[in-house]
């Protein structure tokens, strides 16, 4: 999430199988969705509840429930967001704790898009830092690099019967990622073999995976033209294009006009990128501040009668001030606000 850190089935899958850490059998669920994503970004879930937090049904009868279940069965929420870095210091979003979290949300039916940071910690448009193992290897050897991580955290996830239906090759990468070899201004030509390089590691293991390229601020065309239009030139591979929507951080940074002028603009672009490029859009990340639970509402319904495929709200659980001052969750005295009642109408 870019401006806070900047201030199903295994028939899809083939290839080998790789180690990981094993969990408890999960009760599988027979029917899983199809059609429009109403997602969830819960990546925070088990390091919160190492923390001890607790999650509640909404109203004045409180039930602790699980939070997955608790965004299936009272938000609409059909699909799954996780994060994924590659040697992360405390072990939070390393392929293990991804696998444990996949598995919880597959056993409860839901859709899984796996989101690949390429970094040890948090990749956004202000932080998109090569992993230090991979910094002093050549080119060559840091897209194999990459090829290989995909590949074993898709095959972890293979070993207990999951396939991801989308993957994030890179997250938020508007100015590149893995930099300054990345670097969309400077090497867009090496930016594409490492966004390649992920696709193919994708198709290699989950070839019916949907690809997406990642951006932040849906509502700014230009950034989105300058990065598909390098895609373009280079010969870059990708199956959609993935947005962040985030109306409070885009008036934070001068935007006028309200979350109305923002996601009318947002909704200008997805029709100019779809008529441009040709790619389906998802909205990968959406978000406001918890105490406009009305608003958001509003923002969500309206999105999702957009031409997308999609949207996933980013850490809906997180509480107010989460994590050093995250507050566009949507859950209040740790239980879902009506923020998400829009996912339950479709």
């Known amino acids: 999430m870019a401006a806070f850190m900047a201030s199903m089935t295994a028939m899809?899958?083939?290839?080998?199988?790789?180690?990981?850490?094993?969990?408890?059998?999960?009760?599988?669920?027979?029917?899983?969705?199809?059609?429009?994503?109403?997602?969830?970004?819960?990546?925070?879930?088990?390091?919160?509840?190492?923390?001890?937090?607790?999650?509640?049904?909404?109203?004045?009868?409180?039930?602790?429930?699980?939070?997955?279940?608790?965004?299936?069965?009272?938000?609409?929420?059909?699909?799954?967001?996780?994060?994924v870095w590659?040697?992360?210091?405390?072990?939070?979003?390393?392929?293990?704790?991804?696998?444990?979290?996949?598995?919880?949300?597959?056993?409860?039916?839901?859709?899984?898009?796996?989101?690949f940071h390429f970094s040890d910690t948090w990749a956004?448009?202000?932080?998109?830092?090569?992993?230090?193992?991979?910094?002093?290897?050549?080119?060559?050897?840091?897209?194999?690099?990459?090829?290989?991580?995909?590949?074993?955290?898709?095959?972890?996830?293979?070993?207990?019967?999951?396939?991801?239906?989308?993957?994030?090759?890179?997250?938020?990468?508007?100015?590149?990622?893995?930099?300054?070899?990345?670097?969309?201004?400077?090497?867009p030509k090496q930016l594409t073999e490492l966004i390649?390089?992920?696709?193919?590691a994708v198709k290699a293991v989950c070839p019916d995976a949907q690809v997406i390229v990642h951006l932040d601020n849906g509502n700014d065309q230009w950034r989105y033209d300058r990065l598909f239009t390098v895609l373009q030139t280079y010969g870059g591979k990708y199956d959609m294009i993935g947005m962040s929507l985030y109306p409070y951080w885009a008036e934070q940074s001068g935007e006028t006009g309200?979350?109305?002028?923002?996601?009318?603009?947002?909704?200008?672009?997805?029709?100019?990128?779809?008529?441009?490029?040709?790619?389906?859009?998802?909205?990968c990340e959406i978000g406001m501040p918890y105490d406009q639970a009305e608003t958001c509402k509003q923002l969500i319904a309206k999105m999702m009668n957009t031409d997308v495929e999609g949207i996933f709200y980013w850490e809906p659980q997180a509480p107010n001030g989460y994590n050093g001052g995250y507050n566009l969750g949507c859950f209040d005295n740790d239980a879902p606000t009506v923020a998400l009642d829009a996912f339950k109408s479709k």
């Not at 072990?91 to 899984?112: E, T």
Request: glycine letters at 8%.
């Open 258 to 283: 309200g979350w109305v002028k923002v996601s009318d603009d947002c909704i200008a672009n997805i029709a100019h990128l779809k008529q441009k490029y040709g790619k389906p859009i998802m909205i």
């Open 196 to 200: 390649n390089a992920g696709y193919d």
């Open 12 to 83: 899809g899958c083939s290839g080998e199988n790789s180690a990981t850490k094993s969990e408890p059998d999960e009760p599988q669920t027979e029917v899983e969705e199809t059609g429009f994503a109403r997602g969830a970004d819960v990546s925070w879930l088990t390091q919160m509840e190492a923390e001890g937090r607790k999650f509640y049904t909404p109203g004045t009868e409180r039930k602790e429930m699980e939070c997955m279940q608790l965004l299936r069965d009272y938000c609409g929420v059909n699909a799954i967001r996780l994060r």
């Open 86 to 115: 590659v040697n992360p210091k405390d072990g939070w979003n390393s392929i293990d704790d991804v696998v444990v979290k996949a598995r919880r949300a597959h056993g409860l039916g839901m859709r899984l898009m796996i989101d």
């Open 124 to 187: 956004d448009p202000s932080h998109q830092d090569m992993p230090e193992a991979w910094k002093n290897l050549s080119f060559d050897a840091q897209k194999a690099a990459l090829a290989d991580h995909v590949k074993a955290t898709l095959n972890a996830l293979k070993a207990v019967e999951i396939a991801p239906e989308w993957v994030q090759v890179g997250n938020e990468i508007t100015p590149g990622m893995m930099l300054p070899v990345g670097s969309v201004e400077d090497n």
